[in-house]
């Protein structure tokens, strides 16, 4: 039998309550302890996107 790929074993963890639990606990303690570069990079994946967004939600609130 041929090996799951990571999407295939994503697909069948993500239903599982214990993974969803995991998920939320290393997340939590990913974003408390991760410097601001590295937060913006997991989010927006790069700091350049993260700026881009931040001014266009300034444009945003400014026509309001």
């Known amino acids: 039998m041929s090996e799951l ?11 599982d309550p214990k993974f969803q639990s995991w998920y939320c606990y290393m997340e939590d303690k990913w974003l408390q302890y991760a410097d601001w570069e590295e937060k913006l990079v997991g989010v927006f994946g790069s700091v350049e996107n993260a700026i881009k967004r931040f001014e266009m939600y300034l444009e945003e609130e400014r026509d309001c």
């Open 5 to 15: 790929t990571a999407k295939q074993k994503l697909n069948y963890y993500i239903k």
